[in-house]
């Protein structure tokens, strides 16, 4: 399996489908990686002809915008739009909701307009038209309980293509109180990863894990690098870590197929 | 006649402090920064049909829905009975409506006595949910003091102007069957009649003319003291919901606003202008927000239409793990702040060009609050009127980064990595590393 770069495309004259934007967390991250892993297992799988931009890739810039640092921003920002329109590119699809809400929403008015997809929205096309298949049973007996992040559901209103992969897992899957528009944060988002919580009575990852582990699940699946790191401190803090796995949908199929 | 005149003056009162009173509202809203907010009409009608008039979000929770739809229903038709108290009262004449609409005149009148029933039924609930059963939503640090009083007057008001209506039809309905020239006949009202019946029979005439009067006064007068209340209420969601829903944002949640004096100056460090872009005596401004000037007039808007139902705080992840940060007390500080500053200016304490009171917003908004927001949406979600609490907050945040280079020490590492290596985290490992074991494997 070889991942070849958007400069290599470049100097062989040919153009990806698509182009994977991997994001801090797919890049850095050893959890998060697996994910990454995963997902370019799928593409490999469904024969997509795709290129990543590698050592070109910068932070998308979503943590320094919600935080109100505006100029490291614009830093990033520009400077990954830059790079995406020397590469003329036209699709992106990326496994983290920041980087793909970002690049979605917030760089058209900089000068970055691209068509924008999550991985789970592609995986789901994948599914329909039939370009991979899952085979059944893998999951039989297990509940998978979903949790929504904030920025693929309620800021960016895709609650169905991850039900509609879960579905063709076939597997139990379990919805929690509050899914799809009203589901409740991790705790991640508005670069909340990257600082102590402020004083209060529990932890937001905490009392989301807690309203998930109430439907008993065998498996938490997310769709979100951010929302599975805070949700792994959770389970941990919550003792659960042995009996509750965190999976990215992708990695999901990757074990369904046993790829 | 002596009535007339009495009713005449008592209006033109009214409507002198009412001019005044909301011309003041419509000048605090305008000390915010000018914002063409334009485009779309379309669906912008269509969302003040849905949103405002439809209360389409209100349903997001059901309960609390059907018993605000009473109470707004019962409001929006008794406006057709109070135009005619208005006519009555200017006039001098009695229930002018009755003879000139036939047959639709006991329907309308029936209708809106049994809204009134349904109305004050969901306002004794409301009252419970607030003072007996403390939703707690409803009765959060925030709402201590006025905030709680003002949502218990404006319920026993609703109370008076229902008694009042029931004692004027009631006993006109006693007067209308003891044959009273003056009381023209207005159909059977099924609800009053009843009432009439009940509590009035046996009354003399002259006592029954007296406690009509009495309900009518009683009536207009609390419309009257509703409408000057108003402006200082949070109940002024009643008339700002509908501007304030025209004018909510149509682009993306997740498209934080841009903004273009930094872009312009990034662009300008990395050689993407061309020179003539390029403004070499541009200031650069102090940015985001560190008082209500800064603010646009949008967000003083929403400040004011807020009717602090809560709905946002309930579902806000910092507030529901105990965090001290809520939308809704962000909303009420803009106004309060507001308030204090047109204030400030109308009794020449201060001026409007050179306003300096020595206080901003962060002497309402503590650092502690607009840092715990996780930026989630669900306050934007839960707004049953389109308020947006989440823009303000990113503007004192971009305040503290920008202009004054506070804000949590912890992000600092995270600006760094940014900085230095465009990732968040400080890695020691290039960012494509991740495909080595791939590309490795596919070697061998």
Same mark, same amino acid.
């Given at each position: 399996m070889k991942v070849y770069t958007l400069e290599e495309f470049a100097s062989n004259n040919e153009t990806p489908e698509i182009v994977f934007w991997v994001g801090c967390a797919g890049s850095f991250d050893s959890r998060a990686q697996r994910i990454t892993y995963a997902f370019v297992k799928i593409l490999n799988e469904a024969k997509i002809k795709f290129a990543v931009l590698g050592n070109e890739e910068s932070c998308t810039g979503d943590p320094a915008r919600r935080s109100g640092n505006e100029f490291l921003f614009q830093m990033q920002a520009l400077q990954n739009i830059e790079t995406l329109n020397m590469y003329k590119v036209k699709k992106i699809v990326t496994a983290c909701p920041h980087c793909f809400n970002t690049i979605k929403n917030e760089y058209p008015v900089l000068g970055g307009e691209y068509e924008?997809?999550?991985?789970?929205?592609?995986?789901?096309?994948?599914?329909?038209?039939?370009?991979?298949?899952?085979?059944g049973g893998a999951f039989e007996g297990k509940k998978i309980a979903y949790h929504d992040s904030c920025y693929l559901g309620r800021v960016n209103g895709i609650y169905e293509a991850p039900r509609e992969i879960l579905r063709a897992i076939d597997s139990e899957y379990a919805?929690?109180?509050?899914?799809?528009?009203?589901?409740?944060?991790?705790?991640?988002?508005?670069?909340?990863?990257?600082?102590?919580?402020?004083?209060?009575?529990?932890?937001?990852?905490?009392?989301?894990?807690?309203?998930?582990?109430?439907?008993?699940?065998?498996?938490?699946?997310?769709?979100?690098?951010?929302?599975?790191l805070m949700m792994n401190d959770g389970v941990k803090n919550k003792g659960k870590e042995e009996d509750v796995m965190i999976y990215d949908i992708s990695e999901l199929i990757v074990q369904a197929n046993k790829w | 006649m002596i009535q007339q005149i009495i009713f005449i003056s008592i209006l033109l009162v009214v409507g002198f402090f009412a001019y005044k009173s909301y011309s003041r509202i419509y000048k605090t809203i305008h000390l915010g920064k000018a914002l063409d907010i334009s485009g779309d009409t379309g669906q912008r009608w269509k969302n003040v049909l849905l949103v405002a008039f439809g209360q389409k979000k209100m349903f997001k929770r059901f309960i609390p829905a059907i018993l605000h739809l009473? =109470?707004? &229903? #019962?409001?929006? @038709?008794?406006? $057709?009975?109070?135009?005619?108290?208005?006519?009555?009262?200017?006039?001098?004449?009695?229930?002018?409506?009755?003879?000139?609409?036939?047959?639709?005149?006991p329907i309308i009148i029936n209708t809106i006595e049994c809204l009134s029933v349904l109305a004050l039924i969901a306002t004794i609930i409301f009252l419970a949910r607030r003072n007996l059963l403390k939703i707690p939503r409803l009765v959060k640090?925030?709402?201590?003091?006025?905030?709680?009083?003002?949502?218990?007057? =404006?319920? &026993? #008001?609703?109370? @008076?102007?229902? $008694?009042?209506?029931?004692?004027?039809?009631?006993?006109?309905?006693?007067?209308?069957?003891?044959?009273?020239?003056?009381?023209?006949?207005?159909?059977?009202?099924?609800?009053?009649?009843?009432?009439?019946?009940?509590?009035?029979?046996?009354?003399?005439?002259?006592t029954l003319m007296i406690i009509e009067r009495v309900g009518w006064w009683l009536h207009i007068l609390v419309v009257f003291g509703f409408l000057l209340y108003?402006?200082?209420?949070?109940h002024l969601h009643i008339m700002l919901a509908f501007p304030t829903v025209y004018f909510s944002k149509l682009t993306s949640r997740g498209e934080i606003k841009n903004m273009p004096e930094i872009m312009n100056e990034v662009k300008s460090m990395m050689g993407l202008l061309t020179e003539q872009e390029i403004d070499p005596n541009a200031d650069l401004p102090e940015f985001g927000s560190k008082d209500i000037f800064d603010l646009s007039w949008k967000n003083i808007l929403d400040a004011?239409?807020?009717?602090?139902?809560?709905?946002?705080?309930?579902?806000?992840?910092?507030?529901?793990?105990?965090?001290?940060?809520?939308?809704?007390?962000?909303?009420?500080?803009?106004?309060?702040?507001?308030?204090?500053?047109q204030i400030n200016i109308e009794v020449g304490a201060q001026t409007l060009n050179?306003?300096?009171?020595?206080?901003?917003?962060?002497?309402?908004?503590?650092?502690?609050?607009?840092?715990?927001?996780?930026t989630c949406n669900a306050c934007v979600e839960a707004c049953p009127i389109m308020l947006d609490p989440l823009e303000p907050i990113l503007e004192l945040r971009r305040y503290k980064l920008l202009t004054e280079s506070a804000g949590p020490s912890d992000w600092l590492s995270m600006f760094n990595a940014l900085e230095s290596g465009g990732s968040v985290w400080q890695m020691p490992d290039q960012r494509f590393d991740w495909a080595k074991s791939l590309n490795e494997d596919s070697q061998n």
């Open positions: 924008v997809v999550h991985h789970t929205q592609l995986i789901a096309d994948l599914i329909k038209e039939k370009k991979i298949t899952i085979e919805e929690v109180k509050r899914n799809r528009s009203k589901g409740f944060c991790c705790g991640a988002g508005g670069a909340q990863v990257f600082k102590e919580e402020e004083e209060g009575s529990k932890g937001v990852n905490i009392e989301r894990v807690e309203e998930l582990l109430d439907v008993k699940p065998d498996i938490i699946a997310a769709n979100c690098p951010f929302c599975i | 009473f =109470i707004y &229903i #019962a409001f929006l @038709f008794t406006q $057709i009975e109070l135009i005619e108290i208005l006519i009555d009262g200017i006039f001098g004449v009695h229930r002018f409506f009755a003879d000139k609409i036939g047959f639709l005149y640090p925030e709402m201590k003091g006025w905030p709680t009083l003002d949502a218990n007057y =404006i319920l &026993i #008001a609703e109370i @008076f102007l229902v $008694i009042g209506i029931f004692s004027m039809n009631g006993a006109d309905s006693m007067l209308q069957k003891a044959g009273t020239d003056y009381f023209t006949n207005t159909g059977n009202l099924v609800i009053s009649s009843a009432i009439g019946g009940a509590i009035f029979s046996g009354l003399e005439i002259s108003l402006p200082i209420s949070k004011h239409t807020c009717t602090e139902c809560g709905r946002c705080t309930s579902v806000c992840p910092a507030n529901q793990t105990g965090k001290k940060l809520s939308p809704r007390k962000i909303l009420m500080d803009i106004r309060d702040r507001a308030t204090e500053v050179d306003y300096n009171d020595e206080k901003s917003l962060f002497d309402y908004i503590s650092d502690e609050e607009i840092f715990a927001c996780t």
